[in-house]
């Protein structure tokens, strides 16, 4: 059912219908077997995703957030000032296809000037292309941009933008669906059938799947690109808590400082 709803409702429309689904699936699902460490609920399961093959106990109820999104959120928590108020003036925050798990979070930190922007998405205060961004160079302090650049076709041009309105000594962390066992990027236009390339690229409307010279073709555009596998941080009874992807790599990237 999860798989057929993923496929066949376009996505601005199921982040509309996820706000009345998200109450009664966290009511239902109550327990103390895994914990969202974005608002800290237990449940004793999560739900199942995935637009090709399934994968169990993994979104969950209360905050609709992935592996990837509870994995960001705890390395920012714990290794970061993302949610320090120590700043003088306020963290200019740009956020890529904004996740629901972290809108409303993000938008009610009161030391954060933080803009969304996505092409389609209803909780994009900017509409507008990545590959040609209505922003000045050198203008945010720190760029999310997560499970994106696997939908764009000219990843390079996107990556350049990014890379041109960050400030220098800037973070940005680009996560990709990644296969670790994969020496390069795989990408192949003439496969179109959707279920096809669901299954080979992991979501139908993936134009790649990303390699381990991923970090390598951010190195090539300009950044600094720490691989920080933050699971290695944590127990094995946290990442089975959190129901995180033990292994998964952050691409946590850095503008250089013009000055260093």
């Known amino acids: 059912m999860f798989r057929f709803i993923l496929n066949t409702i376009p996505r601005p429309i199921l982040i509309r219908l996820s706000y009345i689904a998200r109450p009664t699936l966290a009511f239902f699902l109550k327990g103390n077997t895994f914990t969202d460490?974005?608002?800290?609920?237990?449940?004793?399961?999560?739900?199942?995703?995935g637009y090709g093959q399934q994968r169990n106990?993994?979104?969950?109820?209360?905050?609709?957030?992935?592996?990837?999104?509870?994995l960001l959120w705890l390395y920012l928590?714990?290794?970061?000032?993302?949610?320090?108020?120590?700043?003088?003036?306020?963290?200019?925050?740009?956020?890529?296809?904004?996740?629901?798990?972290?809108?409303?979070?993000?938008?009610?930190?009161?030391?954060?000037?933080?803009?969304?922007?996505?092409?389609?998405?209803?909780?994009?205060?900017?509409?507008?292309?990545?590959?040609?961004?209505?922003f000045s160079a050198n203008t945010y302090d720190i760029i999310l941009c997560n499970h994106v650049l696997e939908h764009i076709p000219n990843h390079t041009k996107a990556m350049q933008e990014l890379y041109r309105v960050?400030?220098?000594?800037?973070?940005?962390?680009?996560?990709?669906?990644?296969?670790?066992?994969?020496?390069?990027?795989?990408?192949?236009?003439?496969?179109?059938?959707k279920e096809e390339r669901a299954k080979i690229f992991g979501q139908y409307d993936h134009v790649r799947?990303?390699?381990?010279?991923?970090?390598?073709?951010?190195?090539?555009?300009?950044?600094?690109?720490?691989?920080?596998d933050y699971t290695a941080n944590l127990t094995k009874k946290e990442i089975i808590k959190y129901c995180l992807a033990n292994g998964e790599i952050i691409p946590v990237c850095y503008k250089p400082d013009a000055l260093n």
């Open 77 to 134: 928590q714990n290794e970061t000032d993302f949610f320090k108020t120590t700043s003088i003036s306020k963290l200019k925050i740009l956020h890529f296809a904004p996740e629901q798990a972290f809108y409303k979070r993000f938008k009610n930190l009161k030391h954060l000037d933080y803009t969304t922007t996505d092409l389609e998405s209803p909780l994009a205060d900017v509409k507008a292309d990545i590959c040609n961004l209505p």
């Open 209 to 228: 799947i990303y390699g381990r010279d991923y970090f390598n073709k951010l190195r090539s555009i300009g950044f600094i690109v720490n691989e920080v």
């Open 166 to 193: 960050l400030k220098p000594g800037g973070m940005a962390i680009l996560q990709i669906p990644q296969d670790l066992n994969r020496e390069f990027t795989f990408e192949d236009d003439s496969i179109t059938d």
């Open 57 to 70: 106990n993994v979104l969950s109820p209360s905050t609709l957030s992935l592996e990837r999104h509870r």
């Open 37 to 49: 460490p974005i608002d800290n609920k237990s449940f004793r399961r999560f739900l199942p995703y």
